[in-house]
Structures are given as C-alpha cells and as structure tokens.
C-alpha cells in the first residue's frame, strides 16, 4: 500500500486529499440526512397513530355513553302492566329518542322475545272461551251436525244464526259469523258469505288473543276467497290489499308460524297484483308504501329470530345471576348478505322478574352512527388543515370521510376495540399521501445525493488507482531508459576510447587496420551523437519547444534519400532491401529532416528486430487525401496488445535477457510526434513472428502540407 502512495505525485497527493476532505464529509452527512429522514418517517407515524388512536378513543366513549343512556332508559321507564301492547309501545318510544340504536327487545324468562313490531313466543296461546248459555251451544251443536253429517247448508245456517243471537262474546260472534259464511260458501252462494265475513270486519271490538289468528285476517282471507270464486277481480285485490295492510299493522305472535304463512300468501297475492294490468297509478303508490313497510318489517322478523338463535343461549337461563346489570356486546356476521350486526345485550334488574322480562338488547343503527353520530363528534375534534379522519369498514372501504372526499390512501389506521371490530379509523392526507410518500421525495434527494457522492468517489479512486498505476510504469521505465542511455553511452565511448588509444601510442602499422580503427571511432561517435541528439529532441518534445521547418518538398525524394543514405548499413547487416516509389513527385508542406529523422527510425527498428529473415521492403504511395510511406519487415513482430503502448515515450517491451536488443524507448515516441506535427499519424499491423509494417500517413491538404 504505502509502496502504492510512494510513487504518487504530491500534485495527485494533493487532489486526493482534497477529494477526500470534500466527499467524504459529504457522503457522512448525506447518510446521517438519510438516517434523520428515516426517523422523522418513524416519528411521524408514531404521532399520527397516537392521534387515530385518541379520535377512536374518543368515538368509542361516546358510543358507550349513548348506551348507557338506552339502558338506563330501558331499566328506569319500564311500563309495570307489561301488557303485550303496551311493551311494544313502550319499546318504540324508546327506539325513536335514540337513533343510534334499532330494535329494541325484551326477553322474557320463557325464552320468549318481543321488539317495537314483533314477537317471538312472547304471549301463551290462551284456550278459546266456551258458550256460557246452553241454547246457544245446542244450537252450536245442531248446525255443526247439519253442516259437517247431513251436509244441510241452509238448516247449518239457521241453527248458526240462533246461536249467534244468543251470544255476547266478541269472539263467539266472530266464530260464528264465519261459520255462516263457510256454510254459504259451501252451497255456493258466495256473495251471502262474503257479506258474513265483512260483517266481522265491521265488529267493533274485534280484538282477540293476540298470539292467535286475528278473526279480521281471517275473515279478510275468505272474502278473497268469495270474489276469486265469483270472479270479481277488482274486489278480490281490494281485499288482498286490505289484507296486506292489515298484516303489516298488526304483526301476531310469530311462534307457529301462522303469521308468516299470512304474510308470505299475501306478499305471493299482491306481487301477481303488481303485474296485473288492472293496476291504477294510486293503488301501485299505495302498495309501494306498503312493501317498504314490509321489509322493515322482513328485516325486524329476522333480527328477531336470530336473537332467539344467537343470544338466548348468550345469557343463559338463570336470570337471578348477573344483578345488577352486565352488559354485553356481540357482533354477529349474516350469511346472507355478508354485512355484520352490531348488537348489545343485558339482564334486567331483579325487579322485571316480576313481569317475567329478564334481558333486553339493541343493535346498534349503523347508518345514524356512521351520518350522524360519528360526523357530530368528529366536528369538535381539531386535527388541522391537511389530514382528515375516515372510517374504514371491512376491506378498508370507506364508510365516512370528512369533508366528503374520496381518499383511498390512508397515513393510520387503528381498529376500534371493543365494538364494531371490523371497522377502523383512519387518518388520510388531504392529498392522499403515505407517510413515506410525504417524506418520500426529501428522502429521494437525499439518497440520490449520497449514492451520487459515493459514486464521484468510487470514480474519482478509480481514475486515481489509473493514475497512480501509470505514474508507477512511468517511473519504472524512466529508470530503465536512465540505464540503457548509460549503457548506450558506455560502450561507443570504451569503444572510441580503446580504438584512439591504440591509435595514439602508434602500435598499428598497417594502414588498412589503422583505416579500419578511425572508421570505427568515426561511427561510434555518429552513434553518440545520434544518441544524445534523440535525447535532446525528446527533451524539446517534451516540454513543448520542439520546431519544425517545413517547406515545399518532394516526400519520394527525402524517403528515397534516407533510404540510401541508409541503405550501406543495413545491406551490412546482411539485409536485402525492396522500395515501391510512385514515378512522379508528391510535392507536401513538409520538415524534411524530421521526416527522414522517423523514416530512419523506422528502418533502424526493422533491422533491430529481425532475426532469421532479414527483408525490409520500402513503400510510398498515396490516394486522394493522404501520402504514405510504409516500412514492411519480416521480424519478430508485435503482440497485439503491446501494438498501442510501443508508441509510449519510454515504452520498450520486455524480451528475455539474450535477445535484449539496444535501445532507449524512444523512437517511435519521436515519430509519432513528429507525424503528428504534420497533421498525419502512424499506425502499425504486425503478427508475432512473421513481421510488421509501420504506415506513416501525412494529409495532402492540412495546413502544414498545402
Ligand atoms: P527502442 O527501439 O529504442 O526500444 P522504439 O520506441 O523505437 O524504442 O520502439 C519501442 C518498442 O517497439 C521496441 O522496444 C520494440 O520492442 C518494439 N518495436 C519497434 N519496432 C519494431 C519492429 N519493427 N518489429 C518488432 N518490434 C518493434
């Protein structure tokens, strides 16, 4: 690592450790902005829910509180008769001064159940009274025989009429009187019957037992009988729509299952009459209203029984436990159409056992709570501009918002507790954001911050690892060309040295060799010079003061001159030489000895680095743009990988120890500068072995060539 950092450079030093002064607190300071975003998200949360949660509180309160007003309405104002009527009365005073809450009823120790409208095994069914004078029921007897034996109608009917004239009793006039519209039935004098029947309609104390068959419902279902048999459509839906209403006003005792049985015929009777087309516009009104009231009814009914089903068996039959009063609450899913009651329960004090009630319940209004209740409290709960309460039911639909918006999207939610389990209040933004959402785009900047410092760092390290790695090679091949420069310059000067001195001291006497010795001195201090003169021309290069001279001249003279100047040499090293020149002159702007300087260059590298096959073929030509000039070999040749960095200035690449040829890394450094200088490059297409051809290419129409 610090061997790493040894070779950096202070300036790299220096842009390092601002890099790191800068980005590093940077990247801290955006994390911890990150960190703190997170914590607000949390803290936001947490206060939202503490909010929700006090508004539920709030809700469920005052829900209780209005339960505890019912119940103390239902303990304190009992009606001590307990007569059937007179409760059910009661009950529906009671319903209507509090609207949260429908269907009052009681349960009595008999396991029966009575509500504002209906009742369930509520009242014992009482014996039907028998005649108190004698001659009435001998008159009874003999129309009964003559009726049901001698199947003598008219006789039936007088015997019955005596009767009927020796009666007092409501309910014996009432039997009677449709004993003879039976008996003129039965002959078929429908309209006499019909007459009977009505006459009981006309009774004015008509009141029977109510956990029996009212005698009106029954004179009703005759007289619909006598038209239907007589054809008289009109009077027929007349009386079934009487019959209807009556129904629905006077609902009986429902254990039997005579009630519903009247209904259900009724309801079958008057839907036919809604088709019918002897309908008018007022009696189609009239029967609407009556179907409405009848599903209210429909629904009391099965509330009904299912509280006999369901909350019976809940308070249990002792009803001398529990006193005083426990409350207790249930929520009950319907099968039928998947909505969930809300309903409460309690035993009474001990003073109802008395009238024999032990437990009274509710369930709780719904829509009041959700239109009325809830929006009245929620009025006086100050939560600002931006969030809104709601409340969720099942699946999160929306039951009731605020300001009536339609938001979705909720920040909290908390379930209710204790009722209604399947609802919850939720805190919506008034844009129906998430908590996260709200914070999301603070959160966003900051995290594309921190991910952007992180990676200007990583990039930065990146390019400086590069930098430093080339800085590195940079100093190692720098000290490589401090040595083959010393070693270059060693030997000429040994050489020039030794040669000179031999000379000096007059030992040679042939003049051949002493001819051969000054040649030798003579090149090896060409040599030299040629040396220190590329030294000196990469020094100018590289600090940027290198010039150039150009001037008009002919490319194929100065290649064809370098050629031959060199061409002794290189015939010397035993190689044969091959040259293309085009026949006419191509006239470039150009510095001829720069270019005869990396035309030389060129040369002195493919004979450097051929061994066994020593050729070198010699090329100019051109096309519309540039002029070529191109050095084929038959050498060693260029890994591909190493065919861009031999141009590197110091770059040499690296042989085994007895094919190490002479050189400073140089060379081709100089070329490429100088082509470039004339607005042209150098390329090289080599294959390991076979050999390589440098192509330098110069621009007939650059600036420095026109
Ligand atoms: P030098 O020849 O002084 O080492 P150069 O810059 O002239 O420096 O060349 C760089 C490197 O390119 C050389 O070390 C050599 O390995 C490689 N090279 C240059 N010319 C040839 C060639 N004709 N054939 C094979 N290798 C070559």
């Given at each position: 690592?610090?061997?790493?950092f040894?070779?950096?450079t ?5 842009i390092?450790?601002?890099?790191m ?9 955006s ?5 703190s ?7 936001l949360k947490?206060?939202y829910?503490?909010t929700?949660k ?9 829900l209780?509180r209005?339960?505890?007003n019912l ?16 409760l ?10 509090n ?33 108190k004078?004698q ?12 009726e049901f ?15 009927l ?32 029947y009505k006459?009981i309609?006309?009774l ?34 007349k009386?079934t729509?009487k019959?209807?209403q ?7 005792d ?6 519903l ?8 009777e ?6 019918s087309?002897i309908?008018?516009d ?11 009231k ?13 509280v ?8 249990g ?14 929520s ?9 009651l809300?309903?409460?329960f ?12 032990f437990a009274s ?7 009041y ?12 709960v100050?939560?600002g ?33 204790l009722l209604?389990?399947?609802?919850k209040?939720?805190l919506?933004?008034?844009?129906e954001?998430?908590?996260?959402q709200?914070?999301g785009k ?5 995290l ?9 760092m990583?990039i ?5 690892v ?23 310059l ?10 000179g001195?031999?000379?000096?001291e ?6 051949k060799?002493r ?16 040396l220190i ?5 990469f ?7 290198k ?5 008009k001249?002919?490319l194929?003279?100065v ?9 002794f ?18 006239i470039?702007n ?12 060129l040369?002195?590298?493919a ?8 050729f ?12 070529f000039?191109?050095?084929?070999d ?12 031999i ?7 690296s ?35 076979k ?5 330098i ?8 060539t026109?």
């Open positions: 690592m610090f061997e790493f040894k070779h950096i202070s300036k790299t030093k220096i390092l450790l601002g890099f002064l800068i980005l590093i607190p940077g990247a801290i300071i994390y911890l902005s990150l960190e975003i997170n914590q607000k998200a949390e803290n947490v206060k829910s503490g929700v006090l508004v539920r509180d709030k809700l469920e309160s005052e209780f209005y339960e505890a119940r103390n309405n239902l303990t304190e104002l009992f009606p001590q008769s307990g007569n059937h009527n007179e059910k009365e009661w009950l529906l005073n009671i319903e209507s001064e609207p949260a809450f429908k269907h009052l009823f009681l349960v009595s120790t008999n396991g029966g159940v009575i509500s504002s409208s209906v009742s369930l095994g509520w009242n014992k069914i009482s014996e039907s009274l028998p005649f004078n001659q009435a029921v001998n008159n009874f007897n003999m129309a009964e025989k003559a034996i001698q199947k003598n109608y008219v006789d039936a009917i007088r015997f019955y009429r005596n009767a004239a020796l009666t007092r009793s409501s309910q014996n006039t009432t039997l009677l009187l449709s004993r003879i519209g039976r008996c003129y039935y039965k002959s078929g004098k429908y309209k006499s019957g019909i007459n009977e006459k309609l006309e004015e104390n008509k009141k029977t037992n109510p956990a029996e068959i009212p005698a009106i419902v029954i004179a009703l279902s005759q007289i619909i009988d006598g038209y239907k048999a007589i054809k008289d459509e009109q009077e027929q839906y009386a729509i019959l209807y009556q129904l629905l006003d006077h609902p009986w429902l254990l039997g299952g005579e009630y049985y009247y209904l259900k015929s009724a309801t079958t008057i839907q036919k009459l809604e088709s087309d309908m008018t007022l009696t189609l009104r009239n029967i609407q209203t009556l179907n409405i009848g599903e209210k009814l429909l629904e009391l009914i099965g509330f009904t029984e299912l006999q089903h369901n909350i019976l068996s809940e308070l039959s002792d009803f001398s436990h529990d006193v005083p009063v426990r409350l207790q609450s249930m009950i899913l319907m099968k039928e159409n998947n909505s969930t809300q309903l409460g309690f035993k009474l004090p001990i003073e109802f056992q008395e009238s024999e009630i319940g509710y369930q709780f209004e719904k829509d709570i959700l239109s009325n209740l809830f929006p009245e409290i929620l009025n006086t100050e939560l501009k931006d969030v809104f309460v709601g409340i969720l039911g099942e699946n999160d639909s929306l039951l009731y918002i605020r300001h009536n918006q339609s938001l979705s999207n909720y920040l909290v939610a908390e379930n209710f507790s209604f389990n399947d609802w209040v939720a919506f933004d008034k844009d954001k998430s908590v996260e709200l914070i603070e959160k966003q900047l900051y594309i911050l921190f991910i952007g410092i992180i990676t200007v990583l930065g390290i990146g390019i400086m590069r930098a430093v790695y080339h800085e590195t090679e940079l100093s190692r091949m720098k000290s490589e060309f401090v040595s083959n420069v010393s070693h270059e060693k030997t000429p000067l040994a050489l020039i040295r030794m040669f001195e031999t000379l000096d007059g030992l040679v006497t042939d003049e060799k001819k051969e010795f000054y040649s030798i001195i003579r090149k090896e201090s060409e040599r030299l010079t040629q003169n590329t030294v000196l021309d020094s100018r290069m590289d600090r940027g003061v010039q150039y001279h150009f001037e001249t002919d194929v003279k290649v064809r001159d370098s050629l031959e100047a060199y061409k040499h290189i015939r010397d090293n035993g190689f044969e030489i091959e040259s293309e020149f085009p026949t006419e002159a191509i470039l150009i510095d001829k000895d720069a270019i005869s300087q990396a035309m030389l260059n040369l002195s590298n004979v450097k680095y051929s061994e066994d096959k020593k070198i073929l010699v090329k100019v030509f051109k096309n519309s743009e540039s002029a000039i191109s050095v084929t038959s050498g060693v040749g260029i890994k591909k990988e190493e065919l861009k960095k141009f590197e200035k110091f770059y040499r690449i042989v085994t120890q007895e094919k190490q040829t002479r050189g400073n890394g140089l060379g081709l450094t100089l070329s490429k500068h100088i082509i470039q200088a004339h607005g042209g490059n150098i390329g090289v297409e080599s294959e390991i072995g050999g390589s051809t440098f192509t290419s110069i621009p007939l129409f650059s600036p420095n026109k």
